[in-house]
């Protein structure tokens, strides 16, 4: 079930009245079937996969506390991991690997013989694997206890606002939270219902607008020019943000509108002033899990320096592949690995060419280029995230060259962009959401906007909340459109 | 819960009556407004057309043929229900939604093309039916196609309207007595234009002869209208406008397509006067592009198929 859809705004409303008024010992159940209802309005048959993981984790979690040797609980944990990976494997790798090494075996006159699988990708696998696999590494680690009610087992994995597509939660964040209860508290269901009407706005009037942009020109790049190409691909870092981040919204609002808290995954991420601080900003709650159980378990930065290079290049190429099984993704993990490992290495020549220029004595303008940079690595980043193939992103990446040139010549002749897959007006809108979206966000960075609109007067508050429902219903586009984080 | 409750309800509520009271400002104003849209269907719904002879077909009876010419040498009352973008099954229940509100016509001119029975289950342009949502013929004749009108946009005020803010403007300005003025001629919507360069374009990227699929579904649509205008003692005369000369050899079945219409003579009695490979064909400046001619062509066109109709008409 899509939040941005008809269904989900019965199936809400339904769900939450329903979670308070049924007895706090059956809401556990009534949240579960709730989950699984909302799952299986995808595909119903895949609800099968995530019941044998589910199965084998909580079995896996009460065996590996339950187990004294060491190397039972080493075994018990392999198995966890090896079935969630496994998953992983079969319904996401295996056709990925399966052309790759057909096209290898293909230089050497070899014919790949192995099959190819035709199924759908069940909908937010690499999510609920992650959340899982946490799970059972924490009761691994002795941080967690292991959960004996199967069903709170199973919620925690289900949870309908963030299963499908995060945040990725930590056993001891959401757990016990299940076992709590929630009354109705009027001030969170307000701030949940205000976060999730955000969270619409972002996806439906943002997102989706700037879509009908993006999947023009991505889906046929080498018909527009270098500046409509460069257009397209500062578009995409935005419409990538407010998807995903509106998804986020949603799900933590309607999380919080039953009493739940669910870990922030998003902060201003293109305020970011470098590559790492971005990576503290964006999807807050991946970055977090591959740095507690992959760059820390590899040595993290306790190693040599080549070591801590290599650990970050994996880290990174994993996160390529988690999420999506192509050399797009793999490409565009590993080149974050590079801007990574520059980052490091040329801090101190960044730092000495600010003071060398005078440029880091004007603090707001030091960290405007910063930020600029950063967003610019980003940007021309997310286009291996965005193409349809290696050879189309190369493509546009190489059109971005002439972009001043084009730029000029517009200038000089008075001259707009002629070729741009929609009117100037319409760019014009895409624009003034971009730069709505850059003030709200500013203005919350400074002072919380809740804070700052519960001090004015009603009608001042309602004005706002009226702005932002009708700009939604009058002003979004409703096209049935995926979170692109789902696919994942 | 009772102060959430109260206060959602009455958040929800406040609203109401002003968005309902702007969208029937924007649906009476768009129902007499001349917007390119909207004109014909004002015509039509309001029963105001009542021609003798009657122009169907896609944007090429639109941008084709001037009723004003064939008025003026047939001597009869012609009209333009030219639908721009279109495929022939939204055509036929355009004509049928016509006979509901106007008296039948004698003749019809009805323009076909090659991709009239192109695979396509929508009805091209759902905007056109915006102002009339309450009326159940329009529901009952657009149910059929992939894109009909969803219960939100038939009963959630404005909701229609979502991002269409020349048509909003156009509605209340209209409603007020200020809408834009015609700028069409009884349907005929005269293009004044030059050659656009589209179709070089075009056999530069696709320079090899393109097959047209034809989908049963709208043949036998075809072959239903034929039948019907016959029992309602309409006579239907098909006709096939210029189009550019150098087109023809770029599309696989054209005579395929073309035998279909010369075949329905003997069976529904239907004349078939083709112009595809007319004179007019060979020359630029009577098209803005390979499909459709230009004002100074649509003239000639037009005062031509008026001397062709002649003997048939008697």
């Known amino acids: 079930m899509l939040f941005n859809s008809l269904a989900f705004l019965i199936f809400f409303p339904v769900v939450t009245l329903l979670y308070f008024l049924v007895p706090h010992a059956l809401r556990w159940g009534l949240l579960l079937f709730a989950s699984c209802f909302f799952y299986m309005f995808f595909k119903p048959e895949y609800i099968l996969i995530l019941g044998a993981t589910i199965f084998i984790d909580y079995w896996a979690g009460i065996l590996i506390e339950g187990a004294t040797e060491p190397g039972k609980r080493k075994r018990y944990l392999s198995l966890s991991i090896i079935a969630n990976v496994g998953v992983l494997a079969v319904f996401k790798y295996y056709n990925f690997f399966n052309n790759s090494v057909s096209g290898l075996a293909l230089l050497f006159g070899v014919k790949n013989m192995l099959p190819v699988l035709k199924m759908a990708l069940p909908i937010g696998l690499s999510f609920h694997t992650f959340q899982a696999m946490s799970y059972t590494i924490e009761v691994y680690r002795g941080k967690q206890k292991a959960e004996r009610h199967f069903g709170i087992y199973s919620l925690y994995v289900m949870f309908y606002p963030q299963l499908v597509a995060g945040p990725i939660e930590r056993p001891q964040n959401l757990i016990h939270q299940f076992r709590e209860k929630h009354s109705f508290d009027y001030d969170m269901v307000m701030s949940g219902l205000k976060l999730m009407m955000w969270g619409m706005f972002k996806k439906v009037v943002i997102a989706d607008r700037l879509a009908l942009v993006t999947d023009r020109v991505f889906g046929n790049p080498h018909k527009y020019s270098a500046t409509t190409l460069g257009i397209a691909v500062v578009f995409f870092a935005f419409q990538i943000y407010c998807d995903f981040s509106g998804y986020c919204d949603i799900a933590i609002g309607s999380a919080r509108v039953m009493g739940f808290k669910l870990m922030r995954n998003f902060n201003r991420p293109y305020a970011a002033i470098s590559i790492a601080d971005f990576w503290r900003r964006w999807h807050i709650s991946l970055s977090g899990w591959f740095r507690d159980y992959l760059y820390i378990p590899l040595g993290g930065s306790r190693v040599s320096i080549p070591r801590m290079y290599v650990n970050i290049m994996i880290v990174f190429i994993i996160s390529g592949l988690w999420h999506g099984a192509n050399w797009t993704f793999v490409i565009w993990g590993a080149l974050y690995g590079v801007y990574y490992i520059i980052g490091i290495i040329a801090r101190k020549i960044r730092s000495n060419s600010a003071i060398f220029t005078g440029i880091g004595k004007i603090s707001w303008l030091d960290k405007t280029l910063q930020i600029i940079a950063t967003f610019t690595l980003v940007s021309l980043a997310w286009v291996f995230f965005r193409a349809n193939s290696v050879a189309d992103a190369w493509y546009i990446l190489q059109s971005l060259l002439s972009v001043p040139g084009e730029v000029a010549r517009m200038v000089l002749h008075h001259s707009f962009v002629s070729d741009a897959p929609t009117s100037p007006f319409k760019l014009l809108e895409c624009v003034l959401v971009i730069i709505l979206l850059e003030v709200v966000q500013y203005v919350h960075a400074q002072k919380n906007i809740n804070t700052l609109l519960a001090a004015q007067p009603r009608y001042l508050r309602w004005g706002v909340y009226y702005a932002v429902v009708l700009a939604i219903i009058y002003f979004g586009i409703f096209e049935n459109r995926e979170f692109i984080y789902f696919q994942f | ?314």
Not at chain 2, 46 to 64: E, H, P, T, V
Not at chain 2, 70 to 75: A, E, M, N, V
């Open chain 2, 1 to 314: 819960m009772k102060r959430f409750i109260i206060r959602i309800l009455l958040f929800m509520i406040l609203p109401i009556p002003l968005l309902y009271g702007l969208n029937y400002i924007v649906d009476k104003g768009l129902q007499r407004s001349n917007y390119i849209y909207y004109s014909e269907w004002n015509d039509l719904f309001a029963g105001k057309i009542n021609a003798d002879l009657l122009i169907c077909g896609s944007s090429r009876a639109l941008q084709d043929i001037s009723p004003a010419i064939l008025d003026t040498s047939l001597g009869l009352n012609t009209y333009n229900l030219g639908m721009d973008g279109t495929h022939f099954s939204i055509q036929y229940d355009r004509v049928k939604m016509y006979l509901l509100y106007n008296k039948a016509p004698k003749y019809i001119v009805q323009t076909m093309d090659f991709t009239s029975f192109a695979e396509r289950n929508s009805m091209d342009n759902q905007l056109q039916f915006m102002p009339y949502l309450s009326n159940p013929i329009v529901i009952e004749y657009t149910a059929k196609y992939k894109d009909h009108y969803s219960w939100s946009e038939r009963y959630f005020p404005l909701f229609k309207y979502n991002n269409q803010w020349p048509i909003i403007e156009e509605g209340v300005k209209s409603y007020l007595g200020h809408g834009m003025p015609p700028i069409k001629i009884k349907g005929y919507f005269a293009q004044n234009k030059k050659w656009d360069y589209t179709f070089d374009r075009y056999i530069q990227r696709v320079p090899y002869p393109v097959g047209v699929h034809l989908a049963g579904y709208s043949l036998n649509r075809f072959y239903d209208y034929l039948a019907f205008c016959n029992k309602k003692g309409i006579k239907v005369i098909i006709v096939f406008p210029p189009v550019y000369y150098e087109f023809l050899r770029y599309c696989k079945n054209r005579d395929y397509i073309l035998g279909i219409f010369r075949n329905c003579q003997a069976k529904y009695g239907t004349t078939f006067l083709d112009y595809s490979n007319d004179e007019l064909s060979r020359s630029r400046d009577n098209f803005y592009n390979s499909q459709h001619l230009n004002k100074g062509g649509a003239e000639i066109f037009s005062s031509k198929l008026a001397n062709d109709l002649k003997p048939l008409l008697k």
